[in-house]
């Protein structure tokens, strides 16, 4: 079945490090999507690419990466420059121009 | 541009009762819209959406909601809460054909306990 997996489930970090999270996608999706949620802030855009090797800032981009290189694949870093980057991770994706998103199950990134 | 509002963040009923969970959106073209239920440390998954053809539309687990374009609400209900449906739920809203690309915005959340 087609879906998107998101890896690792639980993730810990040591301040000062970075880490990288995986958003891996079999639904020849055109769009992706990374969001960050915190308890009573809903979704929380950081980036989003609508193509291969593109990609845009959504609206909590700093202290963050993407890359886009292949369609399939859109890994998010979490840069030591993030200050609080304790939070659930969701990657989620699309195909242009229709309706809705398909979500991953989310990473849960904690700092340590 | 788009914008959706979900009035309550949080919302309590009891099992066997009404579930009537409110959203508003605002859109600048014929909007396509979602509803979303998330369970604690997972991803959303989509429950419903709208997409320009009936304005009922009917989603899974026996939820449903009713586009009212005067009202610019979309509203969901089930009409016998169950105790699994205690959930965090999502309004979303996209500009539909209109716009080449998909992205959603999202409301902001409205957490549903059920009592027993």
């Known amino acids: 079945d087609g879906g998107i997996t998101q890896s690792p489930k639980y993730l810990f970090r040591k301040e000062g490090q970075n880490v990288t999270l995986s958003c891996e996608q079999n639904?020849?999706?055109?769009?992706m999507y990374w969001y960050r949620q915190d308890p009573g802030q809903g979704l929380r855009l950081i980036y989003y690419?609508?193509?291969?090797?593109?990609?845009q800032k959504g609206d909590i981009a700093e202290g963050y990466s993407v890359s886009r290189e292949k369609k399939e694949s859109f890994p998010l870093t979490v840069t030591s420059a993030q200050k609080n980057p304790t939070a659930f991770y969701l990657c989620?994706?699309?195909?242009?121009?229709?309706?809705?998103?398909?979500f991953g199950s989310g990473t849960r990134l904690t700092v340590v | 541009a788009q914008s959706v509002t979900q009035l309550g963040s949080h919302v309590s009923v009891s099992e066997g009762a009404l579930v009537l969970l409110r959203c508003n959106y605002s859109?600048?073209?014929?909007?396509?819209l979602f509803w979303y239920v998330q369970y604690p440390n997972q991803g959303l998954q989509l429950l419903l959406k709208?997409?320009?053809?009936?304005?009922l539309v009917k989603g899974i687990n026996g939820f449903e909601a009713e586009f009212k374009k005067s009202e610019t609400s979309f509203h969901l209900t089930k009409p016998s809460a169950h105790m699994s449906d205690a959930a965090e739920y999502f309004c979303?809203?996209?500009?539909?054909?209109?716009?080449?690309?998909?992205?959603?915005?999202f409301g902001e959340g409205t957490q549903l306990t059920v009592n027993p």
């Open positions: 989620a994706s699309s195909r242009t121009g229709a309706g809705g998103y398909t």
């Open positions: 639904l020849n999706h055109d769009a």
């Open positions: 690419s609508q193509i291969v090797n593109d990609f």
């Open positions: 859109s600048s073209v014929p909007p396509y």
């Open positions: 709208y997409t320009s053809a009936a304005t």
């Open positions: 979303a809203v996209s500009g539909g054909q209109e716009t080449s690309g998909s992205r959603l915005t």
